[in-house]
């Protein structure tokens, strides 16, 4: 442990600055670093003195890997209840920051996945540099695509959203721009001089369109067709099939790609994003939370983390092992009401 502080929170002129602070761990999210975070943008929101929020990163490897995941395997396997604490206020969070009263501006540079999307996605303003590195990752250790994911993924233009949830496709700044979840590409080395620009009272949209540079074609447009005719199909086996038939490299190292990650995971996220599309913001954060109740308690999280991040084998041995046997009961179960504990707002 580090005497560093986890989080930092600078006033910059007009500017409530975020830095997340743990670049030896790709800044990946604590639950003491979403306590802080809530409490300090409420009082930003209320402060006549500041009128944006940024949040960045240190180091240049990472924005926010995602949640402090090694953290929350120890607590869910002891049983502790701050593995939901946590998930109960990262998704007020998330929300929070959706339905913030002020600009709110990512600068996103380096690996951003998982919770670190969640608390860059949902801003006003989500600037990337040349080093953005997005991904939803979390079928791949045994869980779904949650922090708004059941939001925003089924928004993505055609079936880029089911495309990213399914396989933890990796984007670069092209291709994240094209999907939505950035909205416009400022060099990394023109970051500081866009929140002196805002801190120094320049209007938030005219310092982004001031700094913001053209982006190249994105390579994700070339598989656009592909993507929209598979991924629309009406199941995870579907979608499968249609790649398997597509017959292209592409598509191939596609299906072979889902079928490495955990069955229950993409025949949740499957029904999750299509759920998404039908709901608003806060019933997505609270289906998020069903799930994550019920993820927190089977088997491939556990499994997923171990594989991925502890052992580092790459080798989750996932249960059920394949997607037939996953039942369409088991995959009903986990999106059940939590009676007195559903994710409630205030
Ligand atoms: C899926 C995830 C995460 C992941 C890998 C996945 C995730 C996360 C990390 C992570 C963070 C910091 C580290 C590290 C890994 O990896 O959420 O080694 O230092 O935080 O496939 O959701």
Same mark, same amino acid.
């Given at each position: 442990?580090?005497?560093?502080?986890?989080?930092?929170?600078?006033?910059?002129?007009?500017?409530?600055?975020?830095?997340?602070?743990?670049?030896?761990?790709?800044?990946?999210?604590?639950?003491?670093?979403?306590?802080?975070?809530?409490?300090?943008?409420?009082?930003?929101?209320?402060?006549?003195?500041?009128?944006?929020?940024?949040?960045?990163?240190?180091?240049?490897?990472?924005?926010?890997?995602?949640? %402090?995941?090694?953290?929350?395997?120890?607590?869910?396997? $002891? &049983?502790?209840?701050? #593995?939901? =604490?946590?998930?109960?206020? +990262?998704?007020?969070?998330?929300?929070?920051?959706?339905?913030?009263?002020?600009?709110?501006?990512?600068?996103?540079?380096?690996?951003?996945?998982?919770?670190?999307?969640?608390?860059?996605?949902?801003?006003?303003?989500?600037?990337?540099?040349?080093?953005?590195?997005?991904?939803?990752?979390?079928?791949?250790?045994?869980?779904?695509?949650?922090?708004?994911?059941?939001?925003?993924?089924?928004?993505?233009?055609?079936?880029?959203?089911?495309?990213?949830?399914?396989?933890?496709?990796?984007?670069?700044?092209?291709?994240?721009?094209?999907?939505?979840?950035?909205?416009?590409?400022?060099?990394? %080395?023109?970051?500081?001089?866009?929140?002196?620009?805002? $801190? &120094?009272?320049?209007? #938030?949209? =005219?310092?982004?369109?001031? +700094?913001?540079?053209?982006?190249?074609?994105?390579?994700?447009?070339?598989?656009?067709?592909?993507?929209?005719?598979?991924?629309?199909?009406?199941?995870?086996?579907?979608?499968?099939?249609?790649?398997?038939?597509?017959?292209?490299?592409?598509?191939?190292?596609?299906?072979?790609?889902?079928?490495?990650?955990?069955?229950?995971?993409?025949?949740?996220?499957?029904?999750?994003?299509?759920?998404?599309?039908?709901?608003?913001?806060?019933?997505?954060?609270?289906?998020?939370?069903?799930?994550?109740?019920?993820?927190?308690?089977?088997?491939?999280?556990?499994?997923?983390?171990?594989?991925?991040?502890?052992?580092?084998?790459?080798?989750?041995?996932?249960?059920?092992?394949?997607?037939?046997?996953?039942?369409?009961?088991?995959?009903?179960?986990?999106?059940?009401?939590?009676?007195?504990?559903?994710?409630?707002?205030?």
């Amino acid at each position: 442990m580090s005497d560093e502080p986890e989080i930092l929170f600078e006033q910059r002129g007009v500017v409530g600055l975020v830095t997340l602070n743990r670049p030896k761990v790709l800044n990946a999210l604590t639950y003491n670093m979403v306590k802080q975070l809530h409490p300090q943008l409420e009082a930003w929101a209320v402060d006549d003195g500041i009128k944006a929020v940024v949040i960045r990163a240190s180091g240049e490897k990472a924005f926010c890997a995602g949640g %402090d995941i090694r953290v929350l395997h120890d607590w869910g396997k $002891a &049983g502790d209840p701050q #593995v939901i =604490d946590f998930y109960r206020d +990262e998704y007020r969070l998330n929300r929070y920051i959706k339905q913030y009263p002020k600009p709110y501006i990512a600068l996103i540079s380096g690996i951003d996945m998982g919770g670190g999307v969640g608390v860059s996605a949902h801003g006003s303003h989500r600037i990337a540099s040349e080093r953005i590195l997005f991904a939803m990752p979390e079928t791949g250790i045994g869980l779904f695509p949650d922090v708004g994911g059941t939001y925003f993924l089924p928004r993505c233009p055609g079936e880029i959203g089911m495309y990213l949830g399914l396989t933890g496709a990796r984007l670069k700044l092209e291709d994240a721009i094209y999907a939505g979840v950035a909205d416009v590409f400022v060099p990394a %080395d023109r970051h500081d001089a866009l929140i002196a620009r805002i $801190a &120094g009272g320049e209007a #938030v949209d =005219d310092s982004v369109a001031a +700094e913001a540079q053209a982006v190249e074609k994105a390579p994700l447009k070339v598989q656009r067709s592909v993507i929209d005719h598979c991924f629309s199909g009406t199941s995870v086996g579907h979608i499968l099939a249609r790649l398997d038939k597509a017959d292209t490299d592409w598509a191939r190292a596609t299906a072979e790609t889902i079928r490495a990650k955990s069955p229950l995971s993409t025949r949740i996220a499957y029904e999750q994003i299509r759920l998404g599309a039908t709901l608003d913001f806060e019933s997505c954060m609270a289906l998020e939370f069903r799930l994550t109740n019920r993820f927190m308690r089977g088997h491939d999280f556990y499994e997923g983390v171990r594989a991925v991040v502890i052992d580092k084998d790459q080798a989750p041995k996932w249960q059920p092992a394949t997607l037939d046997d996953v039942s369409d009961e088991m995959v009903q179960a986990y999106f059940e009401s939590l009676g007195d504990n559903e994710l409630i707002f205030d």
